[in-house]
Nanobody, 123 residues
Framework: QVKLVESGGGLVQPGGSLRLSCVAS????????IGWFRQAPGKEREFVAT????????YYSDSVKGRFTISRDNAKNTVYLQMNSLKPEDTAVYYC????????????????WGQGTQVFVSS
């Protein structure tokens, strides 16, 4: 059974930082690209960042480029999302997802999803 578990969310002030983690089990982790997506209240889920199987290639949405960094540790079956300079508009539930093979920004191409972790940016 494949399982993705996100953690690290919480309440942070604008300008602050958080690091999200996504731990995977039940799959051959190094064969999967991993993406982070988010859904704000009243909005559709949107792409945030993705990382290739080896970690050599990363892609970001324009809204987070330069502030967020995605990385992975294949020995620990874990992907991280370091979020710096957080803004109120970053408030959302953040989801990680796994896709066999090459990476993509297309949500429907992902095979497995976690339950999400809430990030709330407010003073």
């Amino acid at each position: 059974q494949v399982k993705l578990v996100e953690s690290g969310g919480g309440l942070v002030q604008p300008g602050g930082s958080l690091r999200l983690s996504c731990v995977a089990s039940g799959l051959n982790f190094q064969n999967y690209a991993i993406g982070w997506f988010r859904q704000a209240p009243g909005k559709e889920r949107e792409f945030v960042a993705t990382i290739s199987r080896s970690g050599d290639n990363t892609y970001y949405s324009d809204s987070v480029k330069g502030r967020f960094t995605i990385s992975r540790d294949n020995a620990k079956n874990t992907v991280y999302l370091q979020m710096n300079s957080l803004k109120p508009e970053d408030t959302a539930v953040y989801y990680c997802a796994a896709k066999g093979g090459s990476t993509t920004q297309i949500e429907r191409m992902y095979d497995y999803w976690g339950q999400g972790t809430q990030v709330f940016v407010s003073s």
